[in-house]
């Protein structure tokens, strides 16, 4: 029988044992959600930053109009990306995690017309770049039927804590990288299945939203792993995303409840500036010019990195974050707190 390598680090642990905490404080918070406005909240979100990851621009805005079924003017590829992932996250319950037919119904209605082979293992070879560079170059294609073979077999046979088991699958996914395209979705789609079966509550919590905030983290974690032949690196991140989303989910559930301002803690007079005068989509010298600063490093960790991170602004071209065209504007979190 497979068994993926990886450590189990006294920070995995800790962190394992305050997300088990934390989750106590979730099963609560679904008795009582406000059930249909959280959930919606926390879709979009979810569908917003695992899209964006992969480069589609949409914004949380846009998600949402597609879901209440208007017409939204993008690029019609990631409309349909946006279409795709809706319906596959609706149907989330519906899929067992250690079952192949159910990974490959899967990818096929989140890549369906968008690639050809949609619900396939891909037959060639393939690399995951990074500019113009080879970060990765997966298993050859006539190995990928055993290794997920492997892979699964492992995931239902295992009894590693579940949330130990679905950051390990997580990694050795985006190894395999089983698919042509989409693995990125899927290993952050599945991995959402496996949390959801551990406890329900997890079919809201917008994990993908926290790494689309931290995703250069999130490629360097996965990176360390494959140098080390360990996915501890990747477990411990995944880990600090999941705590993270909680509290995030714990903060927002607040906010819809009425039981605190709408104004966060972590909203710094900074941000809250920054908001006031950021109108449209804004570059960073203009935004700079606008609030009368000079300092390019204060800006970026005062202003630009919390407001992003708090999902209150969000960039005109996520997939790439250091662009010269590189432009900012307000998400729906972000027009609520201007008004």
């Known amino acids: ?46 569908i917003q ?9 949409l914004s949380t805005d846009q998600i949402t109009a597609i879901l209440d079924g208007k017409r939204v003017i993008a690029p019609l590829r990631e409309v349909k990306e946006a279409h795709n992932a809706l319906a596959v996250y609706e149907r989330l319950a519906d899929w067992q995690p250690s079952s192949n037919n159910d990974l490959l119904a899967a990818h096929r209605e989140l890549m369906l017309g968008l690639v050809e082979d949609a619900g396939m293992y891909r037959q060639g070879g393939v690399g995951v770049m990074s500019g113009d560079k080879v970060v990765h170059m997966a298993p050859q294609g006539d190995r990928v039927p055993k290794l997920m073979a492997d892979l699964l077999a492992w995931l239902e046979s295992n009894d590693d804590h579940p949330l130990i088991a679905s950051c390990v699958f997580h990694y ?24 959801s079966k551990w406890n329900i509550s997890f079919v809201n919590i917008p994990v993908e939203s926290l790494i689309h905030q931290h995703q250069g983290e999130y490629y360097q974690a996965i990176n360390q792993s494959t140098i080390k ?20 989910f714990d903060a927002l559930s607040d906010e819809l409840d009425g039981d605190s301002p709408q104004v966060t803690p972590q909203v710094s007079p900074q941000v809250k500036n920054l908001v006031q005068y950021l109108n449209g989509d804004m570059g960073r010298d203009e935004l700079q010019k606008a609030l009368g600063l000079s300092d390019r490093k204060s800006f970026r960790e005062r202003y630009i990195k919390p407001a992003l991170e708090n999902g209150i602004i969000e960039m005109t071209k996520p997939d790439k974050p250091n662009s010269r065209l590189q432009k900012y504007r307000l998400t729906s979190v972000g027009k609520n707190l201007k008004d």
């Open 229 to 248: 032949s360990d996915s501890a690196p990747f477990i411990e991140f995944m880990l600090v995303m999941i705590l993270d989303a909680i509290n995030s």
């Open 49 to 57: 930053g695992s899209l964006a990851i992969e480069g589609n621009t």
């Open 1 to 46: 029988m497979y068994k993926p390598p990886f450590t189990l680090t006294s920070k995995i642990l800790s962190l394992v044992a305050d997300i088990s905490e934390a989750v106590g404080r979730l099963t609560v918070l679904s008795e009582r959600e406000q059930d249909f406005k959280l959930r919606r909240v926390n879709r979009i979100r979810t």
């Open 172 to 195: 050795e996914f985006e190894f395999i990288h089983p698919f042509s395209d989409g693995n990125g979705r899927m290993g952050r789609l599945w991995q959402s299945l496996l949390l």
